[in-house]
C-alpha cells in the first residue's frame, strides 16, 4: 500500500469517528481541548515522519545508515590524526575513536614535553605497560 492509499484510509478513519461536543465545565473543557490537539499534533507528526521516510526511499537514504557512515568516517580520521601527530603507539583503534577530537589532537610528542607527568600513578602506569610490553 502507497503512502496516498494508507493517509486515505487513516483519514477516512479519522472522519468515522464521532466528534463529541465539548464538555460544559471549563477544566474539563480545556482537557478535551488538549486531548484533541495532541490527537491531531501526532497524527501531523506521523505523517511528516512517513513523508520523510518515503522521501529518504525514493533518494536511498535511511538516516542510521548516514549517522554510522559519519561515526565510521570520522574513526578514521581520529586513527589518522593519532598516527600522524604522533599519538600514542600503543592506543588500539577502539581506543582513539572513543576519545574526543580534542585528546587526540593533544597526544603528542610536543604537549609531552610541554606538560610532564610526574605523578606516581603515572610512574606506576609507566611501569606496568613497561612489564607487559617485556
Same mark, same amino acid.
Given at each position: ?55 529518504a526511499a525514493? =533518494? ?7 549517522? &554510522? $557512515? +559519519? ?7 581520529? #586513527? /589518522?590524526?593519532?598516527? =600522524? ?7 588500539? &583503534? $577502539? +581506543?582513539?575513536?572513543?576519545k574526543?577530537?580534542?585528546? #587526540? /589532537? ?18 606506576a ?10
Amino acid at each position: 500500500m502507497g503512502f496516498d492509499e494508507e493517509w486515505g484510509q487513516l483519514r477516512a478513519e479519522a472522519a468515522a469517528r464521532p466528534v463529541t461536543a465539548a464538555p460544559q465545565d471549563e477544566a474539563r473543557r480545556a482537557a478535551w481541548q488538549l486531548d484533541a490537539f495532541c490527537e491531531r499534533w501526532g497524527w501531523g507528526v506521523r505523517t511528516l515522519v512517513q513523508q520523510a521516510n518515503v522521501s529518504a526511499a525514493h =533518494v536511498g537514504l535511511s538516516a542510521g545508515m548516514v549517522h &554510522e $557512515q +559519519d561515526q565510521y568516517v570520522q574513526g578514521g580520521f581520529k #586513527v /589518522l590524526a593519532n598516527a =600522524v601527530a604522533g599519538g600514542s603507539p600503543y592506543a588500539s &583503534e $577502539q +581506543d582513539v575513536i572513543a576519545k574526543d577530537w580534542g585528546d #587526540v /589532537l593533544s597526544a603528542n610528542p610536543y604537549t609531552n614535553l610541554r606538560d610532564p607527568d610526574y605523578s606516581p600513578v603515572s610512574f606506576a602506569e609507566s611501569k606496568e605497560k613497561e612489564r607487559t610490553a617485556i
